[in-house]
């Protein structure tokens, strides 16, 4: 064989063209294989290496999902994951893993209960979780007398999965050419409708299908004297401060208020000239995420402290003033339970009837996302909350 000298600098030339070509034969095969005749060049735009790669490897992941699920395309949906027992017509398809982890993340961008409350796998329609309601007793017996023995007490939470159904309408056309945007879409809808619903169920939940804070039996209610018939006259810094005394000493660290916006707008407002001692804002109505002491980081965005403690916002809270309303919730959200027995499943259909519209008339397709869900709430005596006078 002839003997061939190469300069360093060629050397490092030519294997970078032959890299370069073995990438750009990779990348095409994947384009291939699931077909993505665009891939190439949105592989190009980005660097090749680190997250911004697999962050983009994901998304076009989940386009080619979406475009299958809308063709019903079941060899290219076999490549993702196993349909829902067998059948995408009735539960829909499992979406790839990284999408509903990005979903689920978002929903906890959006959702006080998701990013807070304990999380249980769930391997059935049913869990029970264990909680301890009466701990072990200590006695002074004295000299010579028989102690009394006591056992603690345990009972169980139990969590029942319930299906969450969200549906939205999309045109044809977008599903038919749906690219990272659109996924980009889908992923900010259904993770806001589903935070809102978990919002929903966890803080005001009046047991269809889930029990909420606000109608739990066991939390502690206080319910001031009578002139505190609505929230103007309730929301007192005096009342606030009792609400804080409601709850186990062990639950106050994490602990926060949760109430709606036009109630913390109240509170700002119904005694500014004492605001300053019990009242701090950040921003009338939400800023970042700003610890409410202003020394301690906090997961989710909080209005303002009251009391010391993170003051945080849900319009699933009440907003219309009555008399004998529970309105404000404080406690420790880590005292929530939340399960998830199914992932997150899509299905699209072009001859449903949604909100009164015909989707085969219209030319347009309704995509579904289901999951499986249970709340409960773990121990009431994390949690107090205020409520109107009956007069």
Not at 325 to 353: C, P, W
Request: proline share 5%; aromatic share 8%; with cysteine.
């Amino acid at each position: 064989m002839e003997k061939i000298s190469l300069e360093k600098q060629e050397l490092i030339d030519l294997v970078s063209e032959a890299s370069s070509k073995a990438a750009s034969e990779a990348v095409e095969a994947y384009a291939k294989e699931h077909n993505l005749a665009d891939v190439a060049s949105k592989f190009a735009s980005v660097d090749k290496t680190g997250a911004d790669f697999d962050a983009l490897e994901a998304k076009q992941k989940a386009v080619a999902f979406i475009k299958a699920v809308y063709r019903k395309d079941g060899n290219a949906l076999a490549a993702y994951k196993a349909m829902n027992e067998g059948t995408g017509s009735a539960g829909g398809f499992v979406v790839p893993q990284e999408w509903a982890a990005e979903v689920f993340r978002v929903v906890e961008d959006f959702g006080i209960v998701p990013k807070l409350a304990t999380k249980f796998p769930m391997s059935s329609a049913t869990l029970n979780v264990p909680r301890l309601s009466a701990s072990v007793s200590v006695y002074w017996p004295g000299e010579g007398a028989v102690g009394t023995s006591a056992q603690p007490t345990f009972e169980q939470v139990v969590l029942s999965a319930k299906t969450l159904v969200g549906i939205t309408p999309m045109s044809n056309e977008l599903l038919a050419d749906a690219n990272v945007g659109v996924v980009n879409l889908l992923t900010t809808l259904f993770a806001e409708s589903i935070a809102g619903e978990l919002d929903n169920q966890g803080l005001a939940g009046s047991g269809a299908p889930f029990t909420g804070i606000l109608s739990d039996a066991g939390v502690t209610v206080y319910q001031p004297a009578a002139g505190n018939s609505t929230f103007t006259l309730c929301s007192t810094p005096t009342n606030a401060r009792t609400l804080i005394s409601k709850i186990k000493p062990w639950a106050l660290q994490g602990a926060v208020f949760v109430m709606h916006r036009s109630v913390w707008a109240l509170f700002q407002t119904v005694a500014p000239t004492n605001s300053p001692y019990y009242l701090s804002t950040f921003n009338p109505v939400l800023t970042g995420n700003t610890a409410a002491n202003g020394t301690q980081a906090f997961p989710l965005a909080v209005a303002g402290s009251l009391w010391g403690y993170p003051v945080l916002l849900s319009d699933k809270m009440p907003s219309s003033t009555a008399i004998s309303t529970k309105y404000v919730i404080f406690g420790n959200l880590a005292h929530i339970f939340m399960g998830t027995r199914q992932d997150l499943a899509v299905a699209i259909s072009q001859e449903a009837t949604v909100d009164a519209v015909n989707l085969f008339a219209a030319n347009m397709s309704a995509v579904r996302v289901t999951t499986r869900v249970a709340i409960a709430v773990g121990l009431p005596t994390a949690f107090a909350v205020l409520e109107t006078s009956a007069t």
